[in-house]
């Protein structure tokens, strides 16, 4: 049988099992907030450097999301290679970089789909 546990060590299992319990409690709700900021953000919300796109009635990336998923792919792989290669040539490499990143937004629900 074992040993009846002493005061301090009721006291630090006790602060352990709150604190993995909090921990927990906490990775739950960053972990639903984050899904829901995945969800409401979609790359075709928003737009990098402009509102030009947004302002048209149909938009390049509209007619894109109609081709087979092949063609989706390399076109969203494509832009973001093009922006990445370009970095600091044309805008702000910050601006340039995060333009990539939008197309590698697009390129992975595009592969989520699949």
Do not use: C, F
């Not at 928003?46 to 998923?69: A, C, F, L, N, S």
């Not at 340039?96 to 390129?107: D, F, N, S, V």
């Amino acid at each position: 049988m074992a040993e009846p546990k002493t005061l301090q060590e009721l006291i630090r299992d006790s602060l352990t099992r709150s604190s993995e319990e909090d921990m927990k409690a906490i990775y739950r709700e960053n972990t639903r907030r984050i899904e829901l900021e995945r969800s409401e953000a979609t790359a075709s919300k928003r737009q990098e450097g402009g509102d030009h796109y947004k302002k048209m009635g149909v938009e390049p990336w509209d007619v894109v999301d109609t081709w087979p998923i092949e063609q989706r792919i390399g076109y969203y792989r494509g832009g973001a290679l093009k922006y990445i290669m370009r970095m600091g040539s044309k805008d702000e490499s910050l601006q340039e970089i995060r333009k990539g990143q939008h197309y590698i937004q697009k390129l992975l629900e595009v592969l989520g789909e699949k």
